[in-house]
């Protein structure tokens, strides 16, 4: 059972560069969650999905865009890097259940992304 | 608004001495509450949750943790830190909608033998 798998684990980007990160679970989650980790800063939700078909902005949206088009998988867009991107990156889904704020998040291992 | 503050970004403890990782919170419902622990390089494990019902909640390797309604704390503990503890904790704190989480800046434990 993988759980919650990013790809690519690595990465190195030129500045007005894009790239696409891929998230894919294996557990029917409803739910699903892109977050940016900096030091010191914990982990910022960048956009979110109750839903496939759905998205919603999180705390930190500006130059990302989602799409969930499969329930199992959330791509995570970048149209045009900077370097104020530079991050890692960590993809997490959820269960819907009952009483839907009780249900833990369950991440990925994270993509490293840097910005040149 | 929902939030969570970690005191202290890095706590040493020696081997085998009590852990203690402070959470505070501050919610205008009742908060669901939750502990994560991060190794280098690697993603966030659950270590517990409080949803509802008793207030010690145990989770693994040890751990756990009090949800105080009065002074809005979840603190995590361990009676005995092991070197195998050393890592990133983070405290969060979710809402109904959506089910997001709202982080801790993180509290960074090191074990010293």
């Not at chain 1, 078909?53 to 088009?69: C, F, I, M, Q, W």
């Amino acid at each position: 059972n993988a759980g919650v798998t990013q790809t690519p684990k690595f990465r190195v980007l030129k500045t007005g560069q894009s790239m696409t990160l891929l998230c894919a679970q294996d557990m029917n989650h409803e739910y699903m969650y892109w977050y940016r980790q900096d030091p010191g800063m914990g982990l910022r939700l960048i956009h979110y999905s109750v839903g496939e078909g759905t998205t919603a902005k999180g705390e930190v949206p500006d130059g990302y865009n989602v799409s969930r088009l499969k329930k199992q998988n959330f791509l995570l867009g970048l149209e045009s890097a900077a370097p104020s991107q530079t991050s890692v990156y960590f993809c997490a889904s959820s269960h819907l259940g009952g009483g839907n704020s009780n249900q833990p998040q369950h991440f990925g291992d994270g993509t490293r992304l840097s910005i040149l | 608004a929902q939030s969570v503050t970690q005191l202290g970004s890095h706590v040493s403890v020696s081997e085998g001495a009590l852990v203690l990782l402070r959470c505070n919170y501050s919610s205008s419902v009742p908060p669901y509450l939750f502990w994560y622990v991060q190794y280098p390089n690697q993603g966030l494990q659950l270590l517990l949750k409080y949803t509802t019902g008793a207030t010690l909640v145990k989770g693994i390797n040890g751990f756990e943790a009090e949800f105080k309604k009065s002074e809005t704390s979840f603190h995590l503990t361990k009676p005995s830190a092991h070197m195998s503890d050393a890592a990133e904790y983070f405290c969060a704190v979710s809402r109904y909608t959506g089910n997001q989480f709202y982080f801790g800046t993180g509290t960074s434990l090191t074990v010293i033998p």
